[in-house]
């Protein structure tokens, strides 16, 4: 069985870092892309970031580019979001995805319908 279990949430000030972590087990991790979403209260769920299968390329939504990163350890089945200088706006459960239909998918995608497998979520609270 498939599991993606998220960690590395927490509450933090505005300006201040969090570095989310994903851990992939019950399926090879490696050839396929993984993302992240977020979900505020009230809103629907949105595109973060991606991470083709080898790692060498990404993808990231505007309201996040120069912020936050995506990488992955495929030799430790894991994918990470290290989110620096961030506001009050990125309040949200976080939910990592896993595109476990792209068997070494060329690209990556920020459609949540491409995702199959998704985690529990993880919350980040950011205080202003």
């Known amino acids: 069985q498939v599991q993606l279990v998220e960690s590395g949430g927490g509450l933090v000030q505005a ?7 994903c851990a992939a087990s019950g399926r090879t991790f490696s050839p396929y892309a ?7 209260p009230g809103k629907e769920r949105e ?16 309201s996040v580019k120069g912020r936050f990163t995506i990488s992955r350890d495929n030799a430790k089945n894991t994918v990470f979001l290290q989110m620096n ?3 009050p706006d990125d309040t949200a459960v976080y939910y990592c995805a896993a595109d476990f239909s792209g068997y070494y998918r060329h690209y990556v995608t920020k ?3 491409q995702y199959d497998s998704w985690g529990q979520g993880t919350q980040v609270t950011v205080s202003s």
């Open 111 to 113: 459609l949540a319908q």
């Open 85 to 87: 200088s961030l506001k």
């Open 47 to 62: 595109f973060v970031a991606a991470i083709r299968w080898s790692g060498s390329s990404t993808f990231s939504a505007d």
């Open 15 to 21: 300006g201040g870092s969090l570095r989310l972590s």
């Open 34 to 40: 993984m993302g992240w979403f977020r979900q505020a």
